[in-house]
């Protein structure tokens, strides 16, 4: 299998031949010659990108998600001095089946690290309703494997992957320093 090509290491004149992107817009237009097109936003964890499906049909438009994963067969070119791809073959992509951390950013923390640090945080409340309640959550692997890939937003505040334990911690650290004997 072929490694991995992300979006901000491609230039003008690459090809992109199976691999995976998001979609975050997507449009479908009538040029000025009144053939349809559609106007789409895809990224991976390096970049985001313009991209075009020139001659499209209507059913073509459905079969794309609003926001989801394709997989794209297309080539890059510029336009107006910004990176364009055109695609020239797409198929929706089973989002199970998708390596999030090929295509959202991830925190340059240690999440493991991150995790045993929120734990030992945790284990020093005292009030034994809430400790029950945490232990709920910290036991159950699911919940904890969730818990670690999640981001805290969607944009803007630690919208990565990784994310929502990275801001969790940082909340308990600076509890834990203004509060360091609270009986709670």
């Keep these: 299998m072929a490694t991995r090509r992300f979006l ?5 004149g690459d090809t992109v031949e199976d691999e995976v992107f998001v979609v975050s817009k997507k449009e479908l237009r009538q040029g000025q010659n009144g053939s349809k097109f559609i106007s ?3 990224s991976d964890k390096t970049a ?3 991209a075009k499906i020139w001659q499209a049909t209507d059913n073509m ?3 794309i998600p609003q926001a989801g994963y394709l997989r794209l067969k297309g080539r890059i070119d510029e336009y107006r001095g910004e990176l364009q791809m055109v695609i020239e073959a ?4 089973d989002p199970t089946s998708v390596n999030l951390a090929d295509l959202l950013p991830c925190t340059a923390k240690d ?4 995790w045993k640090r929120t734990v030992e945080i945790l284990r020093k409340i005292k009030n034994r309703e809430l400790l029950i309640l ?3 959550f910290i036991s159950d692997p699911d919940f904890v494997a969730a818990y670690k890939r999640a981001p805290a937003a969607v944009t803007f505040h630690h919208a990565y992957i990784g994310g929502l334990c990275e801001h969790t911690l940082s909340l308990l650290e600076t509890a834990a320093a203004i509060l360091p004997d609270r009986k709670s």
């Excluded at 999440?111 to 991150?114: Q, R």
Aim: a positive charge; aromatic letters at 4%.
């Design 8 to 12: 901000g290491d491609l230039r003008p």
């Design 40 to 42: 789409l936003v895809v």
């Design 48 to 50: 985001k990108v313009s």
């Design 61 to 63: 438009y459905k079969t």
């Design 90 to 93: 797409i198929r929706p992509v």
């Design 111 to 114: 999440v493991e690290v991150m």
């Design 134 to 136: 945490l232990k709920q």
